[in-house]
């Protein structure tokens, strides 16, 4: 059963980049990616992004486009949040969460755009 | 980019009735893109729906997704308490606003 846990909050101040991590355990990594999902108090769930851990392609959402990566690290089977030039408006829970590919492998297939599981959430506050 | 609605915003039931959510997208889309999650507040989203209508892992058969084209919809046969939440719908990768069951 695939379990994923996700760093603890963080408090940044404007201008500053954070940094989250995501472990995922009990499954393979040719056939799962993650995607990160970012929800503002109230809202809700914003798509970021997401990362083939297979392979490590990358697809972005355009409102991020430019101020965010996702990387993993295979030796450690993390995968990496990065979002920079933060303001006010990136105060949020962040959530990592894994997805299946077509075809049954990430190798070669693409991730599917549902979330399943969630990581427990990171949040993150933006304040001067 | 597609834009999706929910309908209704809020819907008050009581448990033991049947509750339909509605999700409408303002350009046709394949039902393959087409999730729905509950979340309760203080926890991550939950999948109960994917493409469409099939349900996740570990889901009760009192939720069920239906629909086609720009319309589609959650039904939860017979609400229990650990029902009332918010369920968000979601197409490729965009949310909608929620609709919020409560108890009536």
């Known amino acids: 059963q695939v379990q994923i846990v996700q760093s603890g909050p963080e408090v940044k101040k404007p201008g500053a980049s954070v940094r989250i991590s995501c472990l995922a355990s009990g499954y393979n990594s040719i056939t799962y990616a993650i995607h990160w999902v970012r929800q503002a108090p109230g809202q809700r769930p914003e798509w970021m992004g997401w990362i083939n851990t297979a392979n490590g392609n990358t697809k972005y959402s355009q409102k991020f486009q430019g101020r965010v990566a996702i990387t993993r690290d295979t030796s450690t089977r993390t995968v990496y949040l990065e979002l920079m030039s933060l303001t006010s408006e990136d105060t949020a829970v962040y959530y990592c969460?894994?997805?299946?590919?077509?075809?049954?492998?990430?190798?070669?297939?693409?991730?599917?755009?549902?979330?399943?599981?969630w990581g427990q959430g990171s949040r993150v506050t933006v304040s001067s | 980019e597609s834009a999706l609605t929910q309908s209704p915003g809020t819907l008050s039931l009581s448990p033991g009735e049947r509750a339909t959510l509605s999700c409408t997208t303002s350009?046709?889309?394949?039902?393959?893109?087409l999730a729905w999650y509950q979340q309760k507040p203080g926890q991550s989203p939950r999948l109960l729906i994917y493409a469409g209508y099939s349900r996740a892992i570990g889901v009760p058969d009192r939720f069920s997704g239906s629909g086609s084209g720009t319309d589609f919809t959650l039904t939860i046969s017979r609400l229990e308490p650990e029902d009332f939440a918010m369920y968000y719908c979601q197409q490729h990768e965009t949310f909608g606003p929620g609709t919020q069951v409560d108890i009536k």
């Open positions: 350009q046709p889309v394949s039902s393959n893109f």
């Open positions: 969460g894994g997805t299946r590919c077509s075809g049954g492998t990430c190798s070669s297939g693409v991730p599917y755009t549902w979330v399943d599981p």
